[in-house]
């Protein structure tokens, strides 16, 4: 999981929490001396933590949405990589790239849906998008060091899906 994935997941765990701890917090403040719950007081007392919650909640939409990497154009200078996918091959051209320098994937299926998975020399996914008949996807990556990427099918699209692999030379910048 990259760094922003891992800032947008503690951020949401970190409202979850408050939530659970306001909602806990409720329970108890409500109860009159017999401890049963004082039903009114609890009433209004919800309305009032929930739009809380949802100026909170929409408060980190609006700082988080801007990190997300989808939508994003490549750079002027990218390389281009046509991939094509079919049952059950990769057709990559050009197969070679170089690294420190935008790669923008324009990604084909000529029959059924396929997900592109790209890996590193340690098998760590790199990144993933789903490859739809009749549609261009695209995807970003700069590649900071040379080697061999690998790309494996990650949608099961038949009987030899295990097969779909394919490599990606990245040569020094």
């Not at 007081?41 to 949405?65: C, N, S, Y």
């Not at 281009?80 to 790239?97: E, G, L, N, R, Y």
């Amino acid at each position: 999981m990259g760094t922003t994935a891992k800032i947008i997941a503690i951020s949401y765990l970190v409202v979850v929490l408050v939530g659970i701890t306001i909602s806990v917090a409720l329970v108890r403040s409500t109860r009159v001396n017999d401890g049963a719950l004082d039903t009114a007081k609890l009433a209004h007392r919800e309305k009032t933590w929930l739009g809380i919650v949802i100026a909170l909640l929409a408060v980190l939409l609006l700082v988080t949405i801007f990190f997300i990497p989808y939508g994003k154009a490549a750079a002027p200078d990218a390389q281009v990589v046509h991939v094509q996918a079919s049952q059950f091959a990769w057709k990559i051209d050009p197969p070679t790239i170089r690294a420190g320098t935008q790669v923008e994937f324009l990604l084909t299926s000529t029959d059924v849906n396929h997900g592109f998975g790209l890996y590193n020399d340690k098998d760590v996914l790199l990144f993933e998008v789903q490859v739809v008949p009749g549609k261009t996807q695209k995807g970003l990556y700069t590649f900071t060091r040379p080697g061999t990427y690998r790309v494996l099918c990650l949608e099961f699209c038949g009987f030899d899906h295990h097969l779909m692999q394919s490599t990606i030379t990245v040569t020094p910048a």
